[in-house]
């Protein structure tokens, strides 16, 4: 299938105007490395990845365009992960046998990132069908990287222009801008309230936080005072909520608009198709109109859909997928399909150039400023890297979206017949503002009053003010409790996981019950008693660290309620979110989010965590912006910051924890000294200024205080040691305090430093004068001249050490990977000695075997003559080792011939030939010519014990239908029924000591096959049977053994392979 004409045709036309301005001396496989989504919270690949074979081979097939060039690829999972996706990079540039020339992918903006930095590294191209992030245009850190998706919320001035194309096209001037706290929302409002303004559109920005509880019940009563059209600047799940809330204020009924932009897109965090997401919930977003950018949907895109859709339900295809079978093909796919273009558009530039292929600068030069048609329609690269986005408006109405307009830089071009359906199936476009003005102020009552009138006025007036003071307090009164209700949690909504107990030093273990996340920690210190004191649970789909409080009742009085909004109102990157707190006795206690590697104590308690000095720089940073976010805010100050308080989240950011909800904390038990508790080690990191209190339980401190804790943090990041843990060692904590109190300056107790960078810094945090330590801000810029005016970075770190232990990584895996293969062989080895292959293959592959019934087959009967006074000759091992020998030796000739061994029961050995295959008529020949061989081999073997004898052998074979399948769960064994293996039995029972003795029905078979040698016994009695006609098989022509031992044997005898087996 090719992937449509419009789409190769500017390909094409290139190619062929650069096929002769260049050639390549020597053609190569040109191998682009495919970073894949395949599995993961949203496996794209498995909706769309055929399109990357079959665009590959459309680029192949013009030869004008890359010469005598092939393009190839190999592809990786990247599972959505970044630490998965730079593994993945990794693997397909260092593997010898791929050596990768470009990368194609990755989809997300956090495995992007490091990637391209990596791509920039290797000078390799990188072309993305996805990733939004703003950083990746940034070409001194990405000069290598492209992209051909594009979405409106990070191309902040297209989309804010397009926004206000839409607001002066339906004549609207007042509007309120609802946005996310999330940063790639906050820039998009920013940008879009700057461009209105240049508009003269008047914008009431609001701002919330979708992480934290939140009504937005409050939020549309105050906006609708002031606009009836409501931009919103989120997600498609707060979108929804904010709908329903508009609803409950009968806000859907036609007189107000919600306006989205990249609603349409996201779906990213679903496994719902975009469609079906609009179905189910159409009944709440019908009327929606939506600014995103254009996406292609012609007549030969959705044909190429379908015809990928086929392909990837097509068993056996390169990207078999049921995943389609439940979803439509994702329209990523025109994406990716673009990307491998743009490449060799630009590799097609770079050689004719006379350019390298291994020049990913050269090539990526060529990506930008390129335009063709593609997939999904017109690509335009700029300087950046980025593709140009185009506008267009749509409407959800009847579960679907419409397209109503394309946006144009000189305004909105309308599709022919198509009206927007409003809220409540609106047909006229809703005002922006009443009739009236929301004040009233556009009508005007020139009525004459009557003097009446003008006498009640003043009544009337004060009796209103009265009754509106009233009503302002109830407001109040209620508005209070509903903003307190959001930071007050049930105790029943929180679902335990694991409780926090605490070790032997006196810490509690938070790291064994942090269920679903990464345990790369096996201990936490967050210095709390050991009584039920906390636990790890989820509330609202989120993990929370519950810590009790030791109450048994709660004065709630206005202090505590002040702090309680104060903790909610905090937002910062480094400081960890307190979600609210839990009133019911005996049940109180303060929630918050868990972070799951534990706390810093933990990371430097931990030898087995190695880190170098941007690690600590960028904990020592993190704590510092965090304890400057909470100077400026209503807290002022922490009061007991440890580095247990300091929480390191799963990116290895660090947070300030344990804060705030002073007046909530004093009214705990207090410390009634006992030094050896854990709380009393606290006081190592207490101001002196604040020991005394502090030993007296009062919950004080000061932001000098709070940068003396920070010092004692500082130099236990550089020496990973806790406060004076060599002295500790000698003399108590309460011993340590002492000496710290009773020292005078300068001569000031502290402990010692081992660092010559932040020495200076560490020094200047813990003087003895409160006044002359330095505050957080001064501190930041300490830190960023001390690392040369350098952010600290861990992404960078994290590859550079990548590229260290790459060669030791890709070393490990492949002897683990031949370890892991030798293993498996030896185990399917195993199965097969134990099942036929078939069966055993099935069995692996987890399905039933059922029973089948073969029309033709041939069983082998044998025993030993004379087994029975043998035996009773021998002792049991020597009889043992006779049958292992003896049957290791048949088994080893049986191996020669398509039979299968069914089982040996005593001295009886039974092989059948036509099952599990089925091999037509050859089964008898297969048996007969084994019997023969076994039948000449046996005079060979020696009986361990009695070497002077030797065995003799009874052979019976019948040929006829049977039934077969796996017995059994426990020790399974494939067995054969049927009564043509009760006939092959009374053949050998009947049979003549060292003779073949075959039945009527075998014989037939033998002679329609040729060349075996029968001779008529004549009739016997057959148990069941009566007299039956019986054969004695003699030999074969021209028989050659397998093994030229036996053979020569044979020859050197004078015996016939006949003459052989009629003998003894």
């Known amino acids: 299938m090719k992937l449509g004409k419009s789409y190769l045709s500017f390909v094409l036309a290139v190619g062929f105007v650069l096929s002769g301005n260049w050639k390549e001396s020597r053609a190569r496989q040109v191998k682009l490395g495919v970073l894949l989504p395949w599995s993961g919270s949203w496996p794209l690949a498995q909706r769309m990845a055929e399109v990357i074979p079959r665009t590959i081979e459309d680029i192949n097939r013009n030869k004008s365009l890359l010469g005598n060039n092939n393009l190839t690829f190999v592809w990786r999972d990247t599972r959505n992960q970044a630490s998965q996706g730079l593994w993945a990079m990794v693997d397909l540039w260092k593997n010898e ?150 609803k409950n204020l009968n806000m859907t009924n036609g007189d107000y608009v919600f306006v989205t932009s990249d609603f349409t897109m996201d779906t990213t965090h679903s496994n719902l198709s975009a469609l079906e997401y609009y179905h189910a919930h159409s009944d709440v977003l019908d009327g929606i109109i939506d600014v995103s950018v254009n996406l292609a949907d012609n007549v030969e895109f959705q044909l190429n859909a379908q015809a990928i859709e086929r392909a990837m339900q097509t068993p056996g295809s390169a990207f078999y997928s049921n995943e389609t079978r439940v979803h439509e093909v994702s329209h990523f796919f025109a994406y990716a399909a673009d990307a491998i273009t743009l490449y060799a558009l630009a590799l097609n530039d770079t050689l004719a150039q006379g350019g390298n292929i291994t020049d990913g600068r050269h090539i990526a030069k060529n990506m930008f400023g390129k335009t063709f048609n593609g997939l999904s329609g017109v690509v335009s690269i700029d300087d950046n890297g980025d593709r140009i986005p185009f506008y267009e408006l749509r409407n959800l109405n009847n579960n679907s979206f419409i397209k109503i307009a394309s946006i144009l830089t000189s305004g909105l071009q309308v599709v022919e017949d198509r009206k ?41 007036s004060l009796v209103l003010v009265l009754a509106m003071i009233v009503i302002l307090l109830s407001y109040k009164r209620r508005n209070k409790i509903r903003s307190l209700s959001s930071v007050l949690i049930r105790y029943e909504d929180i679902d335990m996981i694991g409780c926090i107990g605490t070790d032997n030093k006196g810490t509690s273990s938070i790291m064994h019950s942090l269920v679903d996340f990464s345990t790369r920690s096996d201990r936490s210190s967050l210095h709390v008693p050991s009584e039920s004191y906390a636990f790890i649970g989820r509330y609202k789909n989120r993990q929370v660290y519950v810590r009790k409080l030791a109450l048994q009742n709660l004065n709630l009085n206005h202090q505590i309620v002040k702090e309680l ?91 300030i ?142 590859l550079r050490k990548m590229e260290i232990y790459s060669n030791n990584l890709e070393e490990l895996v492949e002897e683990r990977t031949r370890q892991l293969e030798a293993e498996k062989a030896r185990t399917d080895e195993l199965l097969f000695e134990m099942l036929p292959r078939p069966v055993a293959e099935q069995l692996k592959a987890g399905k039933s075997v059922q029973a089948e019934c073969f029309d033709q087959v041939t069983v082998f009967f044998s025993d030993i003559v004379g087994f029975t006074q043998l035996a009773s000759s021998s002792t049991a091992f020597e009889v043992v080792t006779f049958l292992n020998d003896l049957y290791t030796y048949f088994d080893n000739i049986i191996h020669h011939y398509d039979v299968y061994k069914v089982e040996t029961i005593g001295d009886a050995y039974m092989v059948v030939s036509g099952l599990p295959e089925r091999n037509l008529d050859r089964h008898a020949g297969q048996i007969a010519t084994m019997a023969l061989h076994l039948l000449c081999d046996i005079r060979l073997f020696k009986i361990r014990h009695r070497p002077d004898t030797h065995p003799e052998m009874r052979i019976g074979i019948h040929s006829g239908p049977c039934v077969a399948g796996v017995v059994g769960v426990k020790k399974p064994r494939y067995d054969i029924f049927g009564d043509t293996v009760n006939v092959a039995s009374r053949m050998e029972s009947n049979g003549v000591p060292n003779r073949i003795h075959i039945s009527k029905e075998c014989r037939q078979v033998l002679m329609n096959l040729g060349g075996y040698h029968i001779e008529r ?35 050197s005898s004078g015996k016939t392979f006949g003459e052989c087996g009629r003998k003894g």
């Open 97 to 246: 046998n791929l050596l990768v020339d470009a990368f194609i992918g990755p989809v997300f903006s956090v495995i992007c990132e490091p990637c391209g930095l990596l791509a920039e590294r290797l000078n390799l191209p990188m072309i993305s069908w996805g990733c939004s992030s703003q950083r990746l245009s940034n070409k001194n850190l990405y000069p290598t990287f492209a992209r051909t998706k594009t979405y409106g919320r990070t191309n902040l001035l297209n989309t804010s222009r397009a926004m206000a194309s839409v607001l002066r096209h339906f004549k609207w001037k007042r509007v309120s801008l609802f946005h996310s706290s999330e940063s790639v929302w906050t820039d998009l409002a920013l940008k879009m309230n700057s461009e209105l303004e240049r508009s003269d559109i008047k914008a009431n920005k609001l701002m919330f936080s979708p992480f934290l509880p939140q009504t937005y019940d409050c939020l549309l009563k105050d906006a609708r005072e002031k606009a009836r059209v409501f931009i919103l600047l989120c997600y498609m799940k707060q979108v929804k909520q904010i709908i329903m809330a508009a």
């Open 420 to 460: 927007v359906v409003w809220f409540g199936g609106q047909k006229e476009v809703p005002l922006d503002e009443p009739v009236c003005g929301f004040n009233n102020e556009h009508c005007d009552d020139s009525s004459k009053l009557d003097k009446k009138l003008w006498i009640a006025i003043p009544i009337v």
């Open 565 to 655: 909004f104060q903790v909610q109102r905090i937002l910062h990157v480094n400081i960890n979110p307190i979600l609210g707190v839990c009133m019911t006795t005996p049940n109180m206690c303060i929630v918050s989010e868990a972070c799951s590697r534990g706390s810093l104590l933990d990371i430097l308690s931990n030898e087995d965590i190695k880190l170098d000095l941007t690690f600590k720089m960028s904990f020592a940073t993190d704590i510092a912006s965090g304890m400057k976010a909470l100077h400026a805010s209503d807290i002022r100050y922490h009061g007991s910051l440890t580095s247990s308080n300091c929480l390191i989240d799963r990116t290895w950011g660090c947070r």
């Open 657 to 798: 924890g344990d804060y705030g909800l002073r007046h909530l904390r004093t009214q705990e038990k207090k410390f009634e000294g006992n030094y050896a508790s854990p709380e009393y080690k606290v006081i190592l990191w207490t101001a002196p200024e604040h020991i005394l209190e502090r030993k007296q339980g009062f919950f004080t401190g000061s932001q000098a205080g709070d940068v003396y804790s920070y010092g004692i943090i500082l130099n236990e990041v550089f020496t990973r040691k806790e406060p004076f843990a060599q002295l500790r060692t000698l003399v108590s904590i309460q011993e340590i305090v002492r000496r710290i109190l009773s020292s005078e300056k300068p001569n000031c107790l502290r402990p010692p430093t081992n660092n010559d960078i932040c020495e200076k810094l560490i020094h200047r945090c813990w003087e003895g004068d409160p006044s002359t330590r330095p505050q957080f801000s001064s501190i930041k810029n300490t830190l960023r001249k001390l690392n040369g005016g350098r952010s600290h970075r861990l992404v960078d770190t994290m």
């Open 1017 to 1051: 016994r004549g009739e016997i009695e057959l148990k069941g049977k009566g007299r039956v006609i019986t054969y004695f098989l003699n030999g074969k022509d021209n028989f050659n053994k397998t093994r030229p031992d036996h053979l020569e044997l044979l020859l």
